[in-house]
């Protein structure tokens, strides 16, 4: 049974047994059966915030308690009920509004504290303003509404099960329209909602508004239910019981609340005996959902018992459609000029200039840290450039993300950003919102809908649209990320890497598709590593190299162009330091990696690469980004599970140890990207280098030798890491490696951002270890670097070793470009 075929059946009986109830039980029971359900639309009102916008709040008790107050002080007034709770409704909606937009600057625990200050502002209040709200004394004798012939308990409890099944049916409509898609899709990632258009602030103010509403309905009618309220009736430990329902019941599912308000109001009567263990009760019944079912009760068990609805897209897509849908924006064309920035003293992108036309493709490329996804960014309204223009048939530099994105682009990312939480077809419909909240009860057509498969259809989706995204297979989730970019009917479409992880055969059928889009008539600007894609469907390409732009023009001349070619090698006028002692080969590697295969759960990475290292020997693997050179030393150093294959060190498996377990055996990683503990002194990150050492090694002495070594790390011993320069963090991070005096130093991208001349200064302290006899096993995006200073090399490509031998004989070679920018056409 579908599930929204089993809401509906489920909130019909229960709309059912809710009315009819009152008429049949004592009256005890049917104050509790009241505060059962104002129990309930409050922890409604709970699940808007928490379930839907990803918001937590601890101080929802300030709205219950406004609701009562304001509903008190205007029935004790002469104001009939109904209106009272209307004036209540509105006073906490603007309140929650006003308390939403400091709130918002803020999340997580942040945001808690925010809202726990909030109640207890509102406590003091509710003490403090006697005049109004009678102090510590509270109001006493507030009227109960009358309602004919029919007992007021009795009326006030039918009116509490109409409230509560009102807010279960907002709630059920709410949470597929197009308000609760766009709260939705802001909870999942905040990111890919800006790049949709949508402005979080908006969705999540209108999230608190909602649910200060429903919160203070509740707190309205609680006031003629008691008769009398003070500000002890509303302690703030009621709050977290209200969080702690929403998250027992299921965060975001409908009926959870129902269950989490059984909990908190009937559970309690019935173990009325144990009153005094009741918060005990509640922290162990919280501790053992969250352990067993973290998605809350009722969302474990819609997970597995609800099945998805079977329904895929057509093999064929609706080309008519299609053209209909992306006709939007005819001939737009994206000016880029002179864009500039720069993060702290790193020039990350300087003076960068290019064009786009309607149905071009534009290859931005360049070695790793060029600045191409930083591109993307400046003209996605991510990053702010410093200078220079950004145009789409308007000026986009210095709009925010999401306007940017209404303006006609639409992006993907290296790392899919899809929203978890949603359907594959609710992450397209989603965005054909286009950042619009549209109406709060309106669902998506039959034409979106329409839209949705036939995008599916064009990037070959073959799964069910009814699929939770979180649960797609690597390559779906680029599909699916693609067609819901798509599903904007963009101008300008920015892919950031979208062959990466895919297999060979998933990275061919991405060129027809792109060649597709471009019919369209979309502008298309793609930063990929695997050039046979990039050479296959680009028109023209430009080339990024520190920031800079390098190279223009069509992909055949960029292949053939020099500066490109020493780029991508490493272009330098270093020259490593030469042996000074031949090296000897004991005939007995250290280190053996045979038919190595790793994944990120989808397709292979790495597939059956196998090397040696001997004692004493600096081996170089190289290759293009995504070949996956870093992906290999993070599995040698148990970062990475190994698929299949054998990691040998001294003649003994590590590829079931753990990373600390083989940092003890004598293999110490220096991660790209240096990760020092920035807020540590350099002393104390070179003193972690010992943390995993067998051995009993005097530190005083093991940091002299680093220190003499690095002899500009000495004035700067005490200084916090992070406020080092690049080259300077890069030593700290080799030093903390040796510190331990490992048997094999595994060295990630060491040049990564460094000026030439600390990066000479960095290969003379890497070439005089080697001559010292430390083993060295090095991926270093510049390779004609990397080849100067090691003995042996592995070329990588795709994933597979494409070349090996000795590191003379490889520099040697004209065809070594190939592996970084494909084989140059004829």
């Given amino acids: 049974m579908k599930t929204a075929s089993v809401n509906t059946l489920a909130l019909t009986v229960l709309g059912v047994v809710s009315l009819l109830l009152p008429f049949f039980i004592g009256s005890y029971a ?24 990803g918001q937590i709040s601890f101080g929802h008790i300030a709205f219950y308690a406004l609701g009562a107050y304001v509903s008190a002080g205007l029935t004790m007034h002469g104001v009939p009920l109904g209106i009272a709770m209307l004036a209540a409704m509105l006073v906490c909606g603007v309140v929650g509004g006003l308390l939403a937009i400091p709130a918002l600057r803020v999340s997580g625990p942040f945001l808690a504290m925010v809202t726990i200050a909030f109640a207890l502002v509102v406590r003091h209040l509710l003490i403090e303003w006697r005049d109004v709200t009678g102090g510590a004394n509270g109001l006493m004798g507030i009227p109960m509404p009358e309602f004919g012939g029919l007992d007021p308990a009795l009326g006030l409890a039918v009116c509490c099960a109409l409230l509560m099944m009102a807010a279960l049916a907002l709630f059920a409509r709410l949470q597929h329209s197009q308000w609760g898609l766009a709260m939705r899709a802001v909870k999942a990632s905040e990111i890919a909602a800006r790049s949709l258009g949508f402005n979080p602030v908006v969705s999540k103010t209108l999230a608190f508004m909602l649910s200060a509403m429903l919160t203070s309905a509740a707190g309205a009618l609680v006031a003629p239910l008691m008769m009398f309220i003070n500000p002890d009736t509303f302690p703030f430990s009621q709050s977290i019981l209200f969080v702690l329902a929403v998250v027992i019941g299921g965060s975001g599912t409908l009926l959870g609340p129902v269950l989490g308000a059984l909990l908190i109001v009937v559970l ?106 930083t591109v993307l960014n400046m003209i996605s309204g991510f990053y702010r450039a410093d200078s220079g223009s950004i145009r789409l048939q308007q000026e986009l530099r210095g709009q925010p993300a999401w306007r ?35 109406q709060p009860w ?49 101008a300008l479409l920015l892919l950031d890497e979208p062959a990466a992880g895919l297999s060979r055969e998933e990275t061919d059928a991405l060129i027809p598709l792109l060649r597709k889009l471009a019919s369209y008539g979309l502008a298309i600007i793609v930063v990929e590593h695997d050039m046979a ?6 028109d023209r390409l430009q080339v990024l190299d520190a920031g800079k732009p390098l190279a223009q023009g069509q992909p055949a001349d960029v292949q053939r162009n020099p500066a490109v070619v020493a780029a991508y090698l490493g272009g330098t006028d270093y020259r490593g330091k030469p042996r000074i002692l031949p ?110 050492c067998r051995d009993r090694l005097d530190p005083a002495a093991e940091v002299e030798a680093i220190l003499r070594r690095f002899p500009r ?40 951002g460094l000026s030439p001349a600390m990066i000479g200064e960095l290969y003379d302290a890497l070439a005089s270890l080697r001559d010292e006899g430390v083993t060295l096993l090095l991926v270093d995006q510049m390779a004609n670097l990397a080849l100067t200073i090691a003995d042996r090399a592995v070329v990588l490509e795709s994933g597979a070793v494409v070349k090996a031998g000795r590191a003379q004989d490889l520099r040697a070679q004209a065809d070594l470009a190939d592996a970084w920018l494909g084989a140059a056409n004829a």
């Fill in 404 to 438: 940017v994105a209404r303006s006609g682009i639409a992006r993907t990312y290296q790392t899919t950003q899809l929203f978890s939480g949603m359907s594959v077809l609710e992450n397209l419909l989603v965005a054909q919102q286009r950042g619009r909240l549209g």
């Fill in 442 to 490: 309106q669902r998506p057509d039959a034409q979106a809908q329409a839209i949705a498969l036939a995008l599916l259809s064009l990037v070959g989706y073959r799964g069910s649209v009814h699929l939770p995204a979180e649960d797609l297979p690597h390559v779906d989730r680029r599909l699916v990320e693609i067609a819901r970019a798509l599903a904007l009917d963009p």
């Fill in 713 to 752: 790390l000495r004035d700067r011993l005490h200084s916090p890491a992070g406020l080092l320069s690049g080259g300077e963090q890069q030593m700290v991070a080799i030093g903390r490696g040796l510190m331990s005096r490992p048997a094999i130093l595994l060295l990630d991208e060491p040049s990564l």
């Fill in 30 to 53: 049917l104050l509790v059966f009241s505060l059962f359900a104002l129990g309930v639309t409050t922890v409604v009102g709970l699940n808007i915030l928490l379930g839907l916008s």
């Fill in 583 to 692: 090296l000897r080969s004991s005939g007995k590697p250290g280190l053996v990696v045979d038919k190595l295969t790793l994944d990120y759960g989808a397709a292979s990475v790495v597939r059956e690469v196998s090397f040696t290292v001997e004692p004493g020997e600096t081996v170089a693997i190289l290759g293009a980004n995504g070949a996956g050179k870093s992906t290999i030393l993070q599995a040698l150093a148990g970062l990475h599970p190994v698929r299949t294959g054998a990691i040998y060190l001294h003649d003994h498996s590590i590829k079931e140890l753990n990373a600390a377990q083989i940092a003890g055996r004598g293999l110490a990683l220096v991660p790209e990207g240096r990760q020092l503990f920035p807020h540590m002194s350099v002393l104390d990150n070179l003193l972690m280098g010992q943390h995993a």
């Fill in 268 to 373: 309690p009567e019935l173990l009325s005996a144990f009153a005094e263990y009741r918060l005990l009760i509640f922290a162990l019944l919280l501790l053992s959902v969250l352990w067993l079912a973290p998605r809350g009760l009722l969302g474990t068990l819609s997970r597995w018992l609800m099945k998805p609805e079977q329904e895929c897209a057509s093999d064929q897509a609706d080309d008519a459609l299609l053209k209909h849908h992306f006709q939007r924006h005819g001939d737009a064309v994206l000016n880029v000029e002179n864009i500039s920035i720069r993060f702290g003293g790193v020039q990350a992108a300087k003076e960068v200039s290019f064009q786009v036309r309607a149905g071009e493709v534009l290859g931005l490329i360049g070695p790793n840290g060029a600045g191409k996804t």
């Fill in 533 to 538: 894609l990039v050479m296959a469907v680009s």
